[in-house]
């Protein structure tokens, strides 16, 4: 019920930022936590980042934790990712996801949970 569409990713050297942004569309999006995920090829998606409907709540992955930030502007139907210090690892396309399911107000690890996602935006850090 929500459309996604990320945008911001890149080529960025080690020790550079970046900041993606998720544009939602359609009903829900000010009422349902948010995440974002990376995946690289032949591996499984996994979890970066996620923020309750309110963005008073947030959970980061430890490989994330003090370099990524996630917020979001209801308003705009907007959530963001600023990445600061990227590495090499951080490669990956990301991907932002709502969640509609379930308790969908409440922040979760599990990209099962999510139930809309948007078509991804590649991150490559170089070396």
């Known amino acids: 019920q929500v459309q996604l569409v990320e945008s911001g990713g890149g080529l960025v050297q080690a020790g550079g930022s970046l900041r993606l942004s998720c544009a939602a569309s359609?009903?829900?999006?000010?009422?349902?936590?948010m995440g974002w995920f990376r995946q690289t090829p032949g591996k499984e998606r996994e979890f970066v980042a996620a923020i309750n409907w309110t963005g008073y709540t947030t959970s980061y992955a430890d490989s994330v934790k003090g370099r990524f930030t996630i917020s979001r502007d209801n308003a705009k139907n907007t959530v963001y990712l600023q990445m600061n210090s990227l590495k090499p690892e951080d490669t990956a396309v990301y991907y932002c996801a709502a969640r509609a399911t379930g308790r969908a107000a409440v922040v979760s690890r599990r990209a099962a949970d999510f139930g809309d996602w948007g078509q991804g935006t590649q991150v490559t850090v170089s070396s």
């Open positions: 359609g009903r829900g999006f000010s009422s349902s936590a």
